[in-house]
């Protein structure tokens, strides 16, 4: 059974500082890893989505790596802000098309 | 264009009592994936359907819980005889195609049962 957990459940960090965001999954039969967003009281939020056969995709200050023979993936975050404080959530797409999603890492920026 | 639209937002019933929750997909969209995420987890499925038809109800989590999509755009779910465990917040996506296209989520309905 996949099983996906990320590291660290909390994190706190000053504005402007870079980030790496965890996740690992047990099983590497995969189609897909993707990183949510998700605000209080909110719906998901796609940041990105790096196919099985893809090792990274980046958008504007978003760096998402995969390596899927040793089961792990970061969010890499670049001179964080505010603006960024919210719950992130890693999810693996596997052979049944659904996905299977770890606790998330909540992140705070402190101004 | 439009998203993933999800009614109603917040829904409190009393234990015992059936609700039903809906779901608009982006148009187009071939499949459909219902979730149920309790305070502080992750998403957890709960079922999937391609169009019409409902291909995989592993993760519905008593025979209570039942999901239909009859025209294979809009879905409900409808849960009877709520308990106090069925409280959660019931997330909707959508994705053109399965397995290894990017779904997209509704906002969710936060379900309440006192």
């Known amino acids: 059974k996949q099983e996906v957990t990320q590291i660290p459940a909390a994190l706190s960090v000053p504005e402007g500082e870079n980030l790496v965001l965890n996740c690992s999954f047990t099983d590497s039969a995969i189609y897909n890893l993707q990183w949510f967003r998700q605000d209080p009281g909110k719906g998901l939020t796609s940041l990105l989505l790096i196919q099985s056969s893809q090792r990274e995709q980046t958008s504007g200050r978003l760096n998402a790596s995969l390596d899927k023979s040793s089961g792990r993936s970061t969010l890499y975050i670049a001179a964080s802000q505010p603006g960024d404080s919210a719950t992130y959530l890693c999810a693996v797409c596997g052979s049944q098309g659904n996905l299977i999603f770890g606790k998330g890492t909540k992140l705070s920026v402190k101004p | 264009g439009a998203g993933v639209s999800q009614s109603p937002r917040y829904k409190v019933a009393k234990r015992g009592q059936d609700v039903a929750l809906r779901c608009d997909p982006i148009s187009g969209h071939v499949s459909l994936f219902w979730y149920q995420q309790a305070l502080g987890q992750g998403p957890e499925f709960l079922t999937y359907?391609?169009?019409?038809?409902?291909?995989?109800k592993s993760g519905l989590p008593s025979d209570r819980f039942f999901a239909e999509r009859p025209e294979g755009s809009v879905s409900t779910l409808k849960i009877q005889r709520t308990q106090q465990e069925d409280s959660a917040v019931y997330l909707c996506?959508?994705?053109?195609?399965?397995?290894?296209?990017?779904?997209?989520f509704g906002p969710g309905t936060r379900l309440t049962v006192t």
């Open positions: 359907f391609q169009n019409e038809a409902q291909l995989d």
């Open positions: 996506a959508s994705s053109l195609e399965t397995r290894g296209y990017e779904q997209y």
